[in-house]
Structures are given as C-alpha cells and as structure tokens.
C-alpha cells in the first residue's frame, strides 16, 4: 500500500468519526435543564431564541405541509437510501430518546452529496403536520454528509393495530433506559432497513433541526405515507424521557414563503395506496 493511498483511507476516516461526532451533539444531547416545551416557561418554545440565535431564523422547522400551497414533482426521483447493518446503542437523552448507530449503517444520497445515517430519535405528538392534522408520533432519521450539511427523513404515526418494527425490537431496553438521562444501552446489530419508508412518495423543503441549536439549512424529507405504531410503543417512549418531556413536539413555524415539494415518482402506487 503506497503512502497515497494511507493518507487517503486516514482522510475519509477522519472524516466519518468527525461527522460522527458532531452528530452526537446536532440536536443537544445534555441541555433538557436549559430548555423545555411548555409554552409558559421562561424556557419554552417561544424563548429558545434565547437560548439560540438560530431559533429565530426564516428557515425553521417544523411546519404545516398545506398542500394548497406544495408543488408536485417527480424530478426529485426514487429516494436513493443505502442502509446497512451497524453496531447501534441506545441513548435517553432526557428529551427524547435516540438510537445511535457507532459505525457505517449506509447513506442517504440526495444531489450527488452523501449524507451518512447516524441516528433515529422519536417525537410525541408529529412536529410537521399535513393540512393543519398532527399525528402521533414522529421519528427523525439524522443523517450528516462529510462536508457537515445535514439531511433529516420524517417519519410520522398514527395509532393503530400493527406495531413499529423498529420499536418492537427496542421495547424491552426503552424500559432499561426509562427516565435515566445519560443512559445508554448498546443494542448489538440493528438494521436501519427494519425503517419502512416510501421511497417514490416524500416531501422536500429547506428548514432546521428542531431544538436547540435549531441549525437551519438542514435538507427535509417527511415520508409520503403514514406509518402505524401501538398506543403502548408511544407510552413506552413517553415514560422512558425525564419527566417533563413526555409530549416533546416543537410548535409549528411560519413557512416564510419557502418552497414545498411533494415528489411522487410512481403516479400507480400514488393512486393504489
């Protein structure tokens, strides 16, 4: 092996754990003290500019996604995922509670730019709302490209007879992490595949992440189809954050005249589903 091709293989190695890194600390992994969700509260929503300058952006996220004012597409294309099998903990992170993967679970490509999968957290009730209607539960998968740019795909939930597949594997250490903030339980292999997502039916905006440092241009993703998950997999979820957190849902922000695009790649599976 020339010397060439070591200082490449080192760069893009420092590349990877930096970007890892930084994922730990996207969305405040140890400030539940210095923020909260009660809209009465000297820390509240309304004050987390305060806490950040960012929160006060034009680009902030969630928001509604009226379909009076998206736009429909389908040059976006199929949703080009590239998941795979990694070592996975899971971390009560106080305000919500976050699946890490610790080493290469795939990417997400979007315009030519890589953006590596690093983590899974879940919302109770959804942030981003569809035609003013909420839903039950909301999963971000966060994912960062070499270069720091953040892409986040959203899941959201309604209540229903079938179960999450995901959580159904984590149910038993949710319980083992409940209200413990900090904690963190190494999970062994998960497959981020296990995440049922439509990949030819997705919205697509510009907007930030969620909580504090509320960092915007982050590339949004809400997934076109609404996922079932158990009244007992929300409560799981509820009871496991500190106290406080339960109900751990960003109010919606003004969409400052930003694009929404609602791609639909496969106009039958559009109209069968």
């Known amino acids: 092996m020339n010397m060439a091709t070591i200082i490449k293989i080192f760069f893009f190695s420092f590349l990877f ?17 210095e923020f909260s969700y009660d809209q009465y509260a000297n820390n509240g929503p309304a004050k987390w500019g305060e806490i950040s300058s960012n929160c006060n952006g034009n680009l ?22 590239y998941y795979k099998p990694s070592n996975a903990t899971l971390v009560n992170r106080g305000h919500d509670i976050m699946l890490r993967w610790d080493g290469d679970a795939g990417y997400l490509k979007i ?7 690093l983590q899974i957290h879940w919302h109770t009730p959804s942030e981003h709302s569809i035609d003013g209607k909420r839903y039950d539960m909301e999963a971000h998968l966060v994912h960062m490209s070499s270069d720091g740019k953040i892409a986040v795909i959203a899941i959201l939930y309604e209540i229903g007879l079938l179960p999450d597949d995901l959580l159904t594997i984590l149910e038993g250490d949710l319980i083992a992490v409940a209200d413990k903030k900090g904690a963190e339980k190494p999970m062994g292999i998960i497959d981020p595949n296990i995440i049922k997502l439509d990949v030819n039916i997705y919205y697509r905006y510009i907007g930030s992440l969620t909580t504090p440092p509320c960092t915007q241009g982050v590339v949004w993703t809400i997934d076109g189809k609404v996922n079932s998950v158990t009244a007992r997999q929300i409560k799981l979820l509820q009871d496991a954050v500190v106290n406080g957190f339960e109900s751990n849902a960003r109010p919606v922000q003004p969409l400052n005249e930003r ?8 106009y039958f599976h559009w109209l069968t589903t």
């Open 259 to 266: 694009s929404i695009k609602l791609n639909k790649s496969c």
């Open 17 to 33: 754990h930096s970007s890892e890194f930084l994922a730990r600390s996207l969305e405040v992994d140890d400030t539940s003290d």
């Open 60 to 81: 902030q996220s969630p928001i509604d996604l009226d379909n009076k004012v998206v736009e429909v597409v389908s040059n976006l294309g199929i949703l080009q995922k």
């Open 111 to 117: 315009n030519e730019t890589q953006y590596q999968l």
